[in-house]
């Protein structure tokens, strides 16, 4: 039986100080082992992104990776190191689990007498137990071997000189804010996070989830002075010179983890350590082994499997795990499913003590610029407006992001405005909603640090919250989507109908946003869509000019919407026609900011002299005349989708932006 692990190493940061003599540290620092210089062997592979994998699919693999760089160890009184990693056993679908992975001290970084599985790649069935080999380990182990008096297939273990563990421990962490130990799986294919502290005479083991900080309580806290036998610190001293150096109490203090970041940013620090230290040759190994097990794992590690870079830990705390999103969404089951939008499918998922979610499913060919979209959906943390739908978290996955919203009860705009089962929107509701989306606009160009542009206003990314506030959401996944590389919709962002005429050449900016909301209140109030082309009448196929015909006729209110019967201010529904048509004017200059449009509707403000007559006014030129491109987008019912900020200046290229015509 073909059986295997897929070991990732992943190493997002590895901090290791030794201190050893009065003067000099040695520490570094990787983020990633692209910088690293590792003396490598067996199944151990570094991957491109800098992450090392040490052992993949076959049966009885090991593979080591060592810092060539050789660590002293000397006799001083006060022997400390410290180290924090992160690492992840990522099974293989469909394949029984391998070992584990484990820290490795060794004086030697020789391993081919070393045997896999059981032996994790470090021992053998003979060097069990001998003193002289010097071997310090901490194993992550995810088998259990009943002749090491193993008592659990997920602990930790701290070996010296032997594969029987002197000390080991279920794998868990004790919470903070649970105050209680919660059990880490360590085949679950999430990261995890250790820390290997040894100081005078106490060894402590941690671990916890990328998302958890250092635990309070070690899990694993070792006096070795009470074993005669294997003592850590012999085993580390081997066979190395003595020395004879004080280390400094105050140098210890540097010792302290919990005081260094817990994720650095990206610096490869390579302190070279004095000739006094690089004279005991001890080298500071970190190894793994992937190895054949027992009928271990049922693996459907693949079906959660996501993709995580090392630029991505920044905005560790804002990943969801695709595990949860999948529990919560009850595996993206069709009764969960809210709608499909422009960029994605959305489903709606329940996540345990929250709030329901909204979770949208955006496919996307490439990696190029997905950087930055993620930097800008996790800017969204710094955008909080009433009228906004906040973006919760994302997940990335291969050829996938799935981006987390709140769910909004009311679903999208749209369909109140376009589907006959809606019940229909009153005018006050209306207008509420109106100058909600003109306040969150208005937000957006003035309010937050950078101008953000949204670029793609229209109903259908207008959600309703329980109180039937507009929310608007969607932002940048236009743009975003250019860099997905479909050439074929490659022309200009946004939606045909509210794409303002100098976007295919000047591009996107503050006042093509305000060209779109135009079009948006005329929708709004006239309850249907900018662009009909299957429309009979051939006057009434472009909204805008339909519009100002009427007012050309002084029958403006002939404009509104049907449904909306009796029930509704004259004065209003004129105002935000009048306005519609004065954001809409094809000469951008002409067109109010969001901040006039704000005052204009609120009546803080009368509305400028012009007329149905005024040059650019009521004149709509199709962005995208191929009929094709005419359709304009639609999106079905109840969801909220998922926002993006799209934090750009104002003049971003559009020949590089796709057209929604979904
Ligand atoms: C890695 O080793 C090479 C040669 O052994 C050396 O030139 C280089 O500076 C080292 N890199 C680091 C980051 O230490
Ligand atoms: C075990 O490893 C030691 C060296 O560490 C080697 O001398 C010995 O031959 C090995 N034993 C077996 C059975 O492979
Ligand atoms: C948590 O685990 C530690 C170490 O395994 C143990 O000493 C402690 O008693 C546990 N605490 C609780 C509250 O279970
Ligand atoms: C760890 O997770 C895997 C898959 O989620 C599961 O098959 C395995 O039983 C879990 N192990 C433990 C010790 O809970
Ligand atoms: C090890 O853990 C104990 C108990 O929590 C703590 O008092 C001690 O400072 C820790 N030592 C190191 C080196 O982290």
Redesign the pocket.
């Known amino acids: 039986m073909s059986s295997g692990l897929l070991l990732f190493w992943l190493i997002s940061s590895f901090h290791l100080i030794s201190v050893s003599t009065s003067s000099k540290d040695t520490s570094f620092v990787f983020n990633g082992f692209g910088q690293a210089n590792l003396s490598l062997d067996g199944s151990a592979t570094l991957l491109p992104n800098g992450l090392l994998q040490l052992a993949k699919d076959s049966q009885h693999q090991m593979g080591h990776a060592f810092i060539k760089k050789p660590i002293g160890f000397s006799s001083s009184t006060l022997l400390s190191f410290t180290t924090h990693f992160v690492c992840a056993l990522v099974p293989k679908p469909g394949f029984e689990g391998g070992h584990g992975i484990t820290f490795l001290i060794s004086p030697s970084v020789d391993f081919t ?1 070393a045997q896999p599985t059981r032996y994790l790649g470090i021992f ?4 069990n137990g001998f003193t002289s ?1 010097h071997l310090f380990a901490v194993e992550l182990d995810t088998v259990r071997n009943l002749d090491f008096h193993e008592t659990n297939n997920n602990h930790v273990g701290i070996d010296v000189n032997s594969p029987i563990s002197v000390e080991s421990a279920p794998a868990s962490y004790f919470s903070i804010t649970e105050q209680k130990n919660v059990s880490i799986n360590l085949s679950c294919g999430d990261p995890i996070q250790v820390w290997v502290d040894y100081e005078g005479t106490v060894l402590n083991v941690s671990v916890a989830p990328l998302e958890a900080g250092k635990p309070s309580r070690p899990l694993l806290s070792r006096p070795s002075i009470s074993q005669k036998c294997c003592q850590v610190e012999d085993c580390l001293l081997g066979s190395l010179q003595r020395q004879g150096h004080h280390t400094s109490r105050e140098l210890l203090q540097l010792l302290d983890i919990s005081k260094l970041p817990r994720m650095p940013q990206p610096r490869a620090e390579h302190k070279k350590p004095s000739a006094l230290i690089i004279a005991p040759l001890v080298a500071l190994a970190i190894i793994v082994v992937a190895v054949l097990a027992g009928g271990f794992y049922h693996m459907k590690k693949k079906k959660y499997a996501v993709v995580r870079e090392p630029w991505e830990k920044e905005f560790g705390t804002r990943r969801f795990s695709y595990k949860s999103l999948y529990i919560a969404t009850k595996g993206f089951r069709k009764d969960g499913f809210l709608g499909r939008g422009g960029f994605g499918v959305v489903y709606r998922g329940d996540l345990p003590q929250n709030k329901p979610i909204a979770v949208k499913r955006v496919s996307h060919d490439g990696e190029q610029g997905m950087k930055q979209f993620v930097a800008e959906v996790v800017s969204m943390r710094s955008l909080k407006h009433r009228n906004l739908v906040p973006l919760l978290r994302y997940c990335r996955r291969k050829g996938e992001l799935l981006l987390v919203s709140e769910y909004m009860p009311n679903g999208s705009l749209d369909q109140h405005l376009f589907d006959d089962r809606s019940p229909v929107l009153s005018w006050s509701q209306r207008l509420v909603i109106l100058k909600g989306i003109a306040s969150a606009l208005f937000y957006l160009h003035t309010g937050v640090e950078q101008v953000v542009l949204h670029r793609d206003i229209k109903a259908s990314n207008v959600m309703l919250d329980a109180e039937l506030n507009g929310r608007l959401g969607d932002f940048g996944m236009a743009r975003f989507h250019d860099h997905g590389g479909n050439a074929a919709t490659t022309a200009a962002v946004g939606t045909v109908g509210y794409m303002a005429p100098e976007l295919i050449t000047m591009g996107a900016s503050t006042v093509t946003d305000v060209y779109a909301f135009g079009v948006f209140m005329l929708e709004v109030a006239c309850g249907r869509k900018p662009v009909e082309p299957r429309m009979m009448q051939a006057e009434k196929r472009y909204l805008i000019k339909w519009v100002c015909e009427c007012w050309k006729k002084g029958s403006l209110l002939e404009a509104k919407d049907p449904r909306l019967g009796g029930e509704f201010l004259p004065e209003e529904v004129e105002l935000v026609m009048k306005l519609g048509l004065l954001c809409t004017n094809i000469v951008p200059e002409s067109r109010p900011t969001m901040e006039q449009v704000v005052l204009y509707l609120n009546e803080n403000l009368p509305l400028p002299d012009f007329s149905p007559y005024t040059l650019g006014i009521g004149s709509f030129t199709p962005v995208v005349v191929d009929a094709v491109s005419l359709t304009v987008s639609c999106t079905s019912r109840n969801w909220s989708a998922p926002s993006v900020s799209s934090s750009s200046g104002n003049n971003s290229k559009d020949d590089e932006q796709p057209l929604d015509i979904s």
């Open positions: 007498q053998n069935a003979s060097t080999s």
